[in-house]
């Protein structure tokens, strides 16, 4: 029987920073970064279990030469640092979960041998020695949450030298004892400095030469950034818009600058981006915009929210709508505005009372 490869990414600080931050939004933060580790798996490696902040991957009866492992493992830090840094810059929510998540990292642990499996509710798994030897390797003494090991076993295997180097990798030799067995191994501390992260859609801010089309301003009973969460999470918007409205959108994916959701109303479907403006200190801003709706050719909505004191806010509502022929202008002068000031003022009295009913 031909050796296995076994693979594992794990996310380190994860239970810190899930013991410490907003329960909801630190779970949708690793949930995004585990589906990222997922999609750059480029190796067909079987993913076996996903054990929490870790995944749990392995390639039965073959293992990568190692040009192809050292790529693989480049490839999941490149992907999990440029995922962070989309989050970094394109965050709209202030809690803990979303302000410190860019500080987590990542080690990846690989080891081989040979593999035996076990059947769970006819889900096949690993099983052994060797599986119990890669996740007891996941504890080690590498003075570093940001590397990769590789047991000495996989190193042998592959023909991986303890003075290996190249920009990225400066192995270093290392081992454990556990239960009485010393377990050798090389290590490499991963600087995130030398990664090509991927490019990104940097945070676009939004700036109008005209006043708004109309103004509603509200003061609420709820801190700033809860009301916050109550305008940007998309799961809240059922019970403070219109029963007539249903909302697409990727529920386990933390709303930023640039998320996209889809507001469907009577089988039409207005597709709306997220979207900021500048604003003064302390104050929360979230926006969308739309060129679906056919009166007009864009519509912007910002929701500027003020705190007043910690059980207290301010919410001031900006709507700007655009047309550009003269005959949609004359339109949105006559009606249209009328019309979208009406339904906004009515949204935000439907969440004042939503809000006053969850106190």
Not at 267 to 280: A, E, R, V, W
Not at 351 to 359: A, R, T
Request: one cysteine or more.
């Amino acid at each position: 029987m031909k050796p296995s490869l076994l693979f594992l990414p794990d996310i380190s600080g994860f239970t810190e920073f899930v013991q410490t931050t907003e329960v909801e939004h630190s779970q949708h933060v690793i949930s995004e970064l585990l589906e990222v580790l997922i999609a750059a798996n480029t190796e067909n490696l079987q993913l076996a279990e996903i054990e929490g902040d870790a995944l749990f991957f392995y390639k039965e009866n073959e293992i990568p030469t190692l040009e192809k492992l050292l790529a693989q493992i480049e490839r999941m830090f490149t992907a999990f640092y440029s995922h962070l840094k989309l989050l970094e810059n394109n965050r709209i929510c202030p809690c803990n979960a979303c302000s410190t998540a860019p500080k987590l990292q990542l080690k990846i642990i690989a080891h081989c041998g040979e593999l035996q499996f076990i059947n769970v509710q006819n889900n096949r798994k690993p099983f052994g020695t060797e599986v119990i030897e890669a996740h007891r390797l996941m504890k080690n003494s590498v003075q570093s949450d940001n590397y990769t090991l590789i047991s000495n076993e996989l190193a042998t295997y592959i023909n991986l030298q303890n003075d290996y180097q190249t920009t990225l990798y400066h192995f270093s030799k290392g081992n454990d004892t556990y239960d009485s067995k010393q377990l050798d191994y090389l290590y490499a501390i991963i600087n995130k400095e030398k990664l090509k992260l991927h490019p990104f859609q940097a945070t676009k801010i939004v700036e109008h030469t005209k006043a708004p089309s109309f103004v509603y301003t509200k003061e609420f009973p709820i801190a700033a950034d809860k009301l916050l969460e109550y305008i940007s999470n998309f799961n809240y918007r059922k019970y403070w818009v219109d029963d007539t409205v249903s909302f697409e959108f990727n529920a386990n994916e933390v709303t930023r600058i640039g998320t996209e959701h889809v507001c469907v109303i009577k089988d039409k479907h207005l597709n709306f981006t997220s979207i900021t403006k500048k604003g003064k200190p302390k104050q929360l801003i979230y926006g969308e915009m739309t060129t679906n709706p056919k009166p007009v050719d864009v519509v912007y909505q910002y929701h500027i929210i003020s705190p007043i004191d910690s059980s207290s806010c301010l919410l001031k509502t900006e709507v700007y709508l655009e047309a550009n022929s003269f005959f949609k202008k004359i339109l949105l002068a006559l009606l249209v505005k009328k019309v979208f000031q009406k339904n906004t003022i009515q949204t935000l009295d439907k969440l004042y009372e939503f809000i006053l009913g969850k106190k």
